[in-house]
């Protein structure tokens, strides 16, 4: 019996089967995936941003 498990794709929320033939899985595609990696890029350095401005924030906070 095959067990067959659909997942659906982080990006465009598609589903797929979760199977040796989806090359980019969990994502649809290639696009997907790298559209993926470029989100979780910008995230991070929009976090990192902002960790600096908050570590700004409480020097001010302690020097008042
Ligand atoms: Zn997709």
Do not use: H, V
Request: hydrophobic share 30%; proline share 3%.
């Amino acid at each position: 019996m095959k067990i067959s498990r659909i997942i659906n794709c982080p990006t465009c929320e598609k589903e797929l089967e979760w199977s040796d033939k989806n090359y980019f899985r969990p994502f649809c595609s290639q696009r997907c995936k790298l559209i993926d990696f470029g989100e979780w890029a910008t995230e991070q350095k929009k976090i990192a941003g902002e960790f600096i401005g908050s570590l700004e924030d409480d020097e001010k906070d302690t020097t008042q």
